[in-house]
């Protein structure tokens, strides 16, 4: 493989950007999303992508388990095993699987003439989109137009003769 190639290589592990990635490897950026389109179909480019790509989610720990796992979490979650509703902290029973469905806590203090006091609020991650992600990986939703073919069929049985 040419050293641009390889280039070509290392620079598509950073953002996925195929044209970019041309660009940035040393292509013309004139003709670079033709060039990208042509070197992403490149048999040696593609090995080298997918065993850099195996190595780096070996390096990280990220798998494609790993994320569904993930999303399943924020899915799935009921608020009302990790939060107390009635003092807006979280339950002592709340699990590290649990929290990790968090995505933000905010406690403002506040002092004024009625007294003193606290606000928190618990901020929790989509789970509508967690959902849609996951539904979208099992093939459950699909968005794409399909030709339907609408012929009825009917089949009359009888003797039709006296009508």
Not at 24 to 51: C, F, N, V
Not at 104 to 109: C, F, T, Y
Not at 110 to 130: D, F, H, Q, T, W
């Amino acid at each position: 493989m040419t050293d641009k190639k390889k280039r070509f290589v290392e620079e598509y592990l950073i953002d996925l950007n195929q044209t970019q990635s041309a660009i940035r490897a040393g292509y013309s950026p004139l003709s670079a999303k033709d060039t990208a389109t042509r070197l992403m179909k490149d048999k040696e480019i593609k090995k080298a992508i997918a065993q850099a790509m195996a190595k780096r989610s070996v390096r990280t720990g990220i798998s494609q388990d790993r994320v569904l796992e993930e999303l399943a979490k924020i899915a799935f979650v009921n608020p009302s095993d990790l939060l107390d509703f009635q003092n807006g902290g979280l339950l002592k029973t709340a699990t590290r699987e649990d929290t990790a469905c968090i995505s933000s806590v905010k406690i403002k203090e506040y002092c004024g003439e009625n007294g003193s006091g606290s606000e928190k609020e618990i901020g929790m991650y989509n789970k509508l989109k967690a959902l849609e992600l996951l539904g979208k990986h099992l093939g459950m939703f699909d968005d794409r137009l399909r030709d339907v073919d609408n012929t009825i069929n009917i089949n009359i049985n009888g003797d039709f003769d006296e009508c």
